[in-house]
T-cell receptor, first 117, second 111 residues
Framework: DGGITQSPKYLFRKEGQNVTLSCEQN?????MYWYRQDPGQGLRLIYY???????QKGDIAEGYSVSREKKESFPLTVTSAQKNPTAFYLC????????????????FGDGTRLSIL | SQQGEEDPQALSIQEGENATMNCSYK?????LQWYRQNSGRGLVHLIL?????REKHSGRLRVTLDTSKKSSSLLITASRAADTASYFC???????????FGGGTRLMVKP
């Protein structure tokens, strides 16, 4: 079955440590997204990528970094510069093929919950 | 502030009743989407309504869009305990643009 896989499900970060969250999709989607969700809140966009080897900052990119070396993969690194990393992180993807851009929903993984030790 | 704002923030009803959630937004949009999130899980797409549409149905879901009032509503009819979840509206400013999510409505359906 096609879908988005996020790992790990739970992650703990020590002071001054960088951690990387994995996101893999086998939907052949061009666009991928990372969101942060705080308790009882909506989603805020961290980074997005519309094509391999290209990505753009979202609304809250400070303290985070991404790469998009393969179409299937869009890992997110939470750096030590992110002082309040405790949150639920969601990865999503969407088809980006020409003429299919418009009005297409995003497909989400099941998230990674990051906490500080 | 967020583009979409849901109302109410929380809603508790009995099984079999209808649940109505509202979403207001600030700027012109290309489409508006509703998603559901079960506790601790990712979001699941429910329905998309384009800016030139006024009403859309999918099973027990009915979505309306009033672009003059910049608002949308999601109606779940004959609710079930399994409908218990958070519901989010998300707006797309243009066809290929990113989504902006509201804060969500937490729905509890009591058996």
């Amino acid at each position: 079955d096609g879908g988005i896989t996020q790992s790990p499900k739970y992650l703990f970060r020590k002071e001054g440590q960088n951690v990387t969250l994995s996101c893999e999709q086998n939907l052949n989607h061009d666009a991928m997204y990372w969101y942060r969700q705080d308790p009882g809140q909506g989603l805020r966009l961290i980074y997005y990528s519309q094509i391999v080897n290209d990505f753009q900052k979202g609304d809250i990119a400070e303290g985070y970094s991404v790469s998009r070396e393969k179409k299937e993969s869009f890992p997110l690194t939470v750096t030590s510069a992110q002082k309040n990393p405790t949150a639920f992180y969601l990865c999503a993807s969407r088809t980006g093929r020409e003429r299919l851009w418009s009005n297409q929903p995003q497909h989400f993984g099941d998230g990674t919950r990051l906490s500080i030790l | 502030s967020q583009q979409g704002e849901e109302d109410p923030q929380a809603l508790s009803i009995q099984e079999g009743e209808n649940a109505t959630m509202n979403c207001s937004y600030k700027t012109s949009i290309n489409n508006l989407q509703w998603y559901r999130q079960n506790s601790g899980r990712g979001l699941v797409h429910l329905i998309l309504i384009r800016s030139n549409e006024r009403e859309k149905h999918s099973g027990r879901l009915r979505v309306t869009l009033d672009t003059s009032k910049k608002s949308s509503s999601l109606l779940i009819t004959a609710s079930r305990a399994a409908d218990t979840a958070s519901y989010f509206c998300a707006t797309a400013l243009n066809a290929g643009n990113m989504l902006t999510f509201g804060g969500g409505t937490r729905l509890m359906v009591k058996p």
